[in-house]
């Protein structure tokens, strides 16, 4: 490492050169003339926000904006060296770095950011990604994640993905540890969203389990998109990061990498998670599937789910109750009842001759894979009405929470409300008015702002037929 340089004046940043530490394979020079091209076409921009946001991790804030004006002459550079790639940090956060050298996690996790930007684009330029059908989108969703070695074969289902909201109580956070370890004593590996919160918390329970039980290949893996890595940055814990091209992408490596999934409590984000899955779920070539779905959280937490059941039964009928699991304040039952449902899943592929470590079998349909852009027009022309089938509705609603996250936390969707106003939801009056209260509930828990910021603002307003 060059020399590194820290500033005089808050907040502290310093200067350094830094080789990959494991994990990325050597670029071409067209790839790395690609990452320093700071154009409209490039993808510098891309690289110097994803690339902040693992630097900054532990800033606590929901405004992605934050950071970026915080540390605004940072800046990132990559390097084509004899010997390999290396990337040039100038003024990067101070905390990254440990007398003079970048903390090991964080380099990792820098490169895997390197490694997903320029495979992304090579693979859309050179035409390799079909994004216009079903097939071609899931066959992208697999090659981004083998690229990004996620996808291990000759090892049983194991893997458990944790969705909930980073914005929780200390009580939800604590729990969500108790259930990680209780995972981690049954030899499960955790992926989540990558963030804080309910994201980290079942990762940092699992380490210490994983650390009893003396097992050292563990996997915390971390799956995020640009739009939304800089409002929650990867917690220290994640040791496979994997960046998908958006949104939808990453939900469906979610549900096609998962073995089950456990939900704890959350926000706008955690029901637009629940929405995806169930309009899988309800599809009809999905029936015989098996996929393990818990609901769980500490006592004080029962409310909670009671009004997440409520809306779901109200929009999409009481038969939808029969994919998920509640199960309140009982981490060891949690547990149990995740690893009885990976067995089932382990015996139905067995049966089925499908693949452990990526589920092939499961249909997702073309409505839950084509990216929404939450614009005023397209919020306004969703169709939240009943009278269509089951999991195209929730396909709909999955896309109104994803409006509402893009206009809390994602700059583009922030922009678009400071200039236009609120997203205007229509839709069935009475589930107009269950939702209208569910987002209520969402505000006056704090779980659209970490505690302790500004006031919520909404940026939505929900009209009813």
Same mark, same amino acid.
């Given at each position: ?14 200067? %350094?050169?830094?080789? #990959?530490?494991?994990?990325? &394979? ?11 091209? %700071? ?8 690289? !110097? ?13 929901? &405004? +992605? ?14 390097? /084509? /060296? ?24 964080? $380099? ?6 390197? !490694? ?40 049983? #289902? $194991? ?42 918390? +079942? ?22 998109? #640009? ?17 998908? *091209? ?5 939900? @469906? ?30 599809? *009809? ?12 959280? #500490?006592? @004080? ?34 547990? !149990? ?36 852009? +939450? ?82 603002? +909404? ?7």
């Amino acid at each position: 490492m060059n020399q590194t340089r820290q500033s005089s004046a808050p907040p502290a940043t310093v200067s %350094a050169r830094i080789a #990959p530490a494991a994990g990325l &394979d050597v670029l071409s020079r067209r790839e790395v003339a690609r990452l320093r091209d %700071a154009s409209a076409g490039g993808l510098h921009q891309l690289l !110097r926000s994803c690339a902040l946001a693992v630097l900054t991790q532990g800033l606590i804030t929901d &405004d +992605p904006r934050a950071a970026v004006e915080l540390y605004a002459d940072f800046e990132i550079e990559v390097l /084509q /060296q004899d010997r390999g790639v290396q990337l040039e940090l100038t003024h990067a956060p101070a905390h990254a770095f440990v007398d003079g050298k970048i903390i090991r996690g964080i $380099n990792e996790l820098l490169f895997a950011v390197v !490694r997903d930007i320029v495979y992304i684009a090579t693979q859309l330029e050179g035409g390799s990604f079909d994004l216009e059908t079903s097939e071609g989108i899931t066959h992208a969703v697999f090659d981004i994640l083998r690229n990004a070695r996620v996808l291990r074969p000759n090892v049983d #289902p $194991n893997l458990v993905v944790c969705w909930g909201g980073h914005s929780i109580s200390r009580n939800e956070y604590d729990y969500t540890k108790l259930v990680g370890y209780q995972l981690g004593l049954r030899d499960v590996d955790i992926c989540t969203g990558c963030g804080p919160g309910a994201m980290k918390g +079942p990762m940092k329970g699992a380490t210490i389990a994983h650390a009893k039980q003396r097992r050292r290949k563990n996997r915390y893996i971390g799956i995020t998109e #640009p739009g939304i890595i800089a409002a929650e940055s990867p917690n220290p814990i994640v040791n496979n990061l994997v960046i998908m *091209p958006d949104i939808e992408k990453r939900l @469906e490596a979610f549900v096609r990498t998962a073995h089950a999934i456990i939900v704890f409590p959350g926000g706008v984000g955690t029901a637009e998670e629940i929405l995806y899955l169930l309009g899988i779920l309800l599809n *009809p070539v999905n029936i015989d599937v098996p996929y393990p779905l818990i609901f769980t959280g #500490p006592r @004080e937490s029962v409310a909670y789910f009671e009004q997440i059941d409520r809306f779901l039964r109200l929009a999409l009928g009481d038969e939808v109750a029969r994919f998920y699991q509640i199960i309140v304040d009982d981490p060891t039952q949690v547990a !149990r009842q995740a690893a009885k449902g990976v067995e089932r899943v382990r015996k139905y592929r067995l049966d089925n001759s499908d693949a452990f470590f990526f589920n092939w079998s499961i249909r997702i349909d073309e409505a839950l894979q084509h990216p929404f852009h +939450p614009t005023h027009a397209a919020m306004a022309g969703l169709n939240l009405h009943r009278e269509q089938p089951q999991h195209l509705f929730a396909a709909d609603l999955r896309r109104a929470f994803s409006g509402i996250v893009a206009g809390n936390v994602k700059i583009e969707g922030m922009r678009a409300i400071e200039q236009h106003g609120p997203f205007l939801i229509r839709g069935d009056a009475a589930i107009m008015q269950a939702l209208d209260e569910l987002l209520a509930s969402f505000v006056a828990q704090q779980r659209m702002k970490l505690p302790g910021g500004a006031s919520y603002v +909404p940026c939505y307003r929900v009209m009813r037929d």
